[in-house]
C-alpha cells in the first residue's frame, strides 16, 4: 500500500514529520458542507516535486493563528501528476505542473471574474481556501510527498518542456505563492515604467516584490527590513534598502535616496506581525507599515497589502488586535486619496505570463529570494532558521528530485 509523509503543526514552535494518509481523489469531510467527502474526478494526486516554506506557514506555526494541532502545512506546490480523475481532460500523467496556493472551482461568480482567492465553493466557512491552512477549507497541505488537487483543469498550469521546467526549477517552484503575490502587490499598487516603489519586508514574499517591481519597470525599488542579512539580500539585486530599526523618520530615509520624502507607489509585505520604526523597532505595534505607507505613499498613490492580516490572533497586543481590529489612520489616506488593495493574490491571473517570463530568462526570483533546497526531514529545521530571519527561501524536495 502507497505510504505518505507530511509536516505538521504540533504546537507553538514545533512542526514534526508525521506518516499521513496517502491521497485519493476525494473533497475533504467537512459536518458544515453537504458536498464534503464526495469523489473528485475533477481533481488529480500529485507527486510533490517541490513544496516551499512560507512566511503565513510560520504565523502559524508560531501559534499566531488559531491552526489546529495535526494540521498538514504547505500552500506553496510543484509537482508530477501521476493519477487523474476521469474528468480531467487537459493533463495526461507524467505531466509537470504548478499549483496556485487559492483552491478554486472555476465555476462560481467569483472564479468567473477572476477572482480566484475568494472562490465561493471549495470553503464553507468563508470564501477563498488553501492548502494546509487554517481556515481554508480543511484542505491537506501539499508539504509532504503526496496531495491531491480539485479541479485541475481550472487550477494547474503545465510547464511545457519538462527538461526545461527542471533546469529552472528553483525558479518556476515560486509561481505557486510568492512570485505571483509579490507581483500583485506591485500591480495593485500601481508599479509601473519608471516609478519609484517603497516595499515594506525582505522576507521571501517583500524580495519577490522587489523583483516584481523590477520587472514591471520600476525606476527605484527601496527595500525596509530590520535584518541586516535580508537587506543585504536586497542590495544584492539592485534594490535601495533602508534600516528601519535605525530610523525615526521613514520620510527622510527615503528623501535621502530619492531626493523627496515620498514615493509612487507602496507595498506592504510584513503583515500583521509588524513591528515599530527607530526606538519602538523592538515592540510590536500591528498598524505600523499600514500607517508608516499612507505617509509615504505621494498623493494618490496606491498601497498593495500581500502582508497577512487575520480575523483571529490569539498572541494579538490586545482584545482589538486579536479579532483584526487595528487602528488605522483611514483620515490621513481618505486626505491623501490614496487607494488600498488586501487579500489573497488571484494567482491565475498571473502565473502563466511569469512562467514565460522565468522560462525567458526575463527575471530571476529564486536569486531575488535566495532559495535553499531541503529534504522533508530537514523541515523542522527550516522552520526554526526561517524563525530566526534567515535570508532564504526554504524550499523542500520530498523525493531527492532536484539536482
Same mark, same amino acid.
Given at each position: 500500500?502507497? $505510504?505518505?509523509?507530511?509536516?505538521?503543526?504540533?504546537?507553538?514552535? @514545533?512542526?514534526?514529520?508525521?506518516?499521513?494518509?496517502? /491521497?485519493?481523489?476525494?473533497?475533504?469531510?467537512?459536518? $458544515?458542507?453537504?458536498?464534503?467527502? @464526495?469523489?473528485?474526478?475533477?481533481?488529480?494526486?500529485?507527486?510533490?516535486?517541490?513544496?516551499?516554506?512560507?512566511?503565513?506557514?510560520?504565523?502559524?506555526?508560531?501559534?499566531?493563528?488559531?491552526?489546529?494541532?495535526?494540521?498538514?502545512?504547505?500552500?506553496?506546490? $510543484?509537482?508530477?501528476?501521476?493519477?487523474?480523475?476521469?474528468?480531467?481532460?487537459?493533463?495526461?500523467?507524467?505531466?509537470?505542473?504548478?499549483?496556485?496556493?487559492?483552491?478554486?472551482?472555476?465555476?462560481?461568480?467569483?472564479?468567473?471574474?477572476?477572482? $480566484?482567492?475568494?472562490?465561493?465553493?471549495?470553503?464553507?466557512?468563508?470564501?477563498?481556501?488553501?492548502?494546509?491552512?487554517?481556515?481554508?477549507?480543511?484542505?491537506?497541505?501539499?508539504?509532504?510527498?503526496?496531495?491531491?488537487?480539485?479541479?485541475?483543469?481550472?487550477?494547474?498550469?503545465?510547464?511545457?518542456?519538462?527538461?526545461?521546467?527542471?533546469?529552472?526549477?528553483?525558479?518556476?517552484?515560486?509561481?505557486?505563492?510568492?512570485?505571483?503575490?509579490?507581483?500583485?502587490?506591485?500591480?495593485?499598487?500601481?508599479?509601473?515604467?519608471?516609478?519609484?516603489?517603497?516595499?515594506?519586508?525582505?522576507?521571501?514574499?517583500?524580495?519577490?516584490?522587489?523583483?516584481?517591481?523590477?520587472?514591471?519597470?520600476?525606476?527605484?525599488?527601496?527595500?525596509?527590513?530590520?535584518?541586516?542579512?535580508?537587506?543585504?539580500?536586497?542590495?544584492?539585486?539592485?534594490?535601495?534598502?533602508?534600516?528601519?530599526?535605525?530610523?525615526?523618520?521613514?520620510?527622510?530615509?527615503?528623501?535621502?535616496?530619492?531626493?523627496?520624502?515620498?514615493?509612487?507607489?507602496?507595498?506592504?509585505?510584513?503583515?500583521?506581525?509588524?513591528?515599530?520604526?527607530?526606538?519602538?523597532?523592538? #515592540?510590536?505595534?500591528?498598524?505600523?507599515?499600514?500607517?508608516?505607507?499612507?505617509?509615504?505613499?505621494?498623493?494618490?498613490?496606491?498601497?498593495?497589502?500581500?502582508?497577512?492580516? #487575520?480575523?483571529?490572533?490569539?498572541?494579538?497586543?490586545?482584545?482589538?488586535?486579536?479579532?483584526?481590529?487595528?487602528?488605522?489612520?483611514?483620515?490621513?489616506?481618505?486626505?491623501?486619496?490614496?487607494?488600498?488593495?488586501?487579500?489573497?493574490?488571484?494567482?491565475?491571473?498571473?502565473?502563466?505570463?511569469?512562467?514565460?517570463?522565468?522560462?525567458?530568462?526575463?527575471?530571476? /526570483?529564486?536569486?531575488?529570494?535566495?532559495?535553499?533546497?531541503?529534504?522533508?526531514?530537514?523541515?523542522?529545521?527550516?522552520?526554526?532558521?526561517?524563525?530566526?530571519?534567515?535570508?532564504?527561501?526554504?524550499?523542500?524536495? /520530498?523525493?531527492?528530485?532536484?539536482?
Amino acid at each position: 500500500m502507497a $505510504t505518505n509523509r507530511g509536516v505538521a503543526y504540533i504546537e507553538p514552535g @514545533k512542526v514534526e514529520i508525521k506518516s499521513i494518509d496517502y /491521497p485519493k481523489l476525494r473533497m475533504p469531510k467537512s459536518e $458544515t458542507d453537504p458536498f464534503g467527502g @464526495k469523489d473528485a474526478p475533477h481533481g488529480v494526486i500529485l507527486k510533490v516535486l517541490t513544496t516551499n516554506i512560507c512566511g503565513s506557514d510560520q504565523h502559524m506555526v508560531r501559534g499566531r493563528t488559531t491552526a489546529p494541532q495535526g494540521l498538514i502545512l504547505g500552500h506553496e506546490i $510543484t509537482g508530477e501528476v501521476i493519477e487523474k480523475g476521469n474528468d480531467v481532460e487537459m493533463l495526461e500523467v507524467g505531466d509537470l505542473v504548478t499549483v496556485p496556493f487559492n483552491i478554486a472551482c472555476g465555476r462560481c461568480r467569483n472564479c468567473r471574474e477572476g477572482k $480566484t482567492g475568494i472562490c465561493l465553493t471549495v470553503n464553507p466557512a468563508r470564501p477563498g481556501a488553501a492548502y494546509g491552512y487554517v481556515d481554508m477549507g480543511g484542505w491537506v497541505g501539499g508539504q509532504a510527498e503526496y496531495v491531491m488537487v480539485p479541479y485541475a483543469d481550472f487550477n494547474l498550469i503545465k510547464f511545457p518542456n519538462r527538461e526545461k521546467a527542471m533546469e529552472k526549477i528553483r525558479d518556476l517552484t515560486l509561481l505557486s505563492d510568492i512570485f505571483p503575490t509579490g507581483f500583485h502587490g506591485c500591480v495593485q499598487a500601481g508599479v509601473g515604467p519608471g516609478s519609484t516603489v517603497y516595499i515594506a519586508g525582505a522576507g521571501p514574499v517583500g524580495l519577490a516584490a522587489a523583483a516584481g517591481a523590477q520587472l514591471l519597470g520600476a525606476a527605484v525599488v527601496i527595500v525596509g527590513d530590520m535584518i541586516p542579512e535580508r537587506l543585504a539580500q536586497a542590495r544584492s539585486f539592485g534594490c535601495e534598502t533602508i534600516d528601519v530599526s535605525k530610523v525615526s523618520s521613514l520620510g527622510e530615509a527615503i528623501a535621502e535616496i530619492l531626493g523627496e520624502p515620498e514615493v509612487d507607489s507602496a507595498v506592504d509585505c510584513v503583515g500583521f506581525e509588524a513591528r515599530g520604526h527607530g526606538a519602538d523597532a523592538v #515592540v510590536e505595534r500591528p498598524a505600523t507599515v499600514l500607517n508608516s505607507l499612507q505617509e509615504i505613499a505621494r498623493a494618490g498613490g496606491s498601497i498593495g497589502i500581500p502582508g497577512l492580516y #487575520v480575523t483571529g490572533d490569539p498572541g494579538g497586543v490586545d482584545a482589538a488586535a486579536k479579532i483584526g481590529a487595528l487602528s488605522i489612520r483611514f483620515g490621513l489616506g481618505w486626505a491623501k486619496s490614496c487607494s488600498f488593495h488586501t487579500g489573497q493574490c488571484p494567482v491565475l491571473r498571473y502565473n502563466r505570463q511569469l512562467m514565460r517570463a522565468i522560462l525567458h530568462d526575463r527575471v530571476h /526570483p529564486a536569486k531575488a529570494v535566495n532559495v535553499t533546497m531541503i529534504s522533508l526531514d530537514e523541515a523542522p529545521k527550516g522552520y526554526k532558521d526561517f524563525d530566526q530571519g534567515a535570508a532564504k527561501k526554504f524550499v523542500i524536495d /520530498p523525493h531527492g528530485s532536484v539536482k
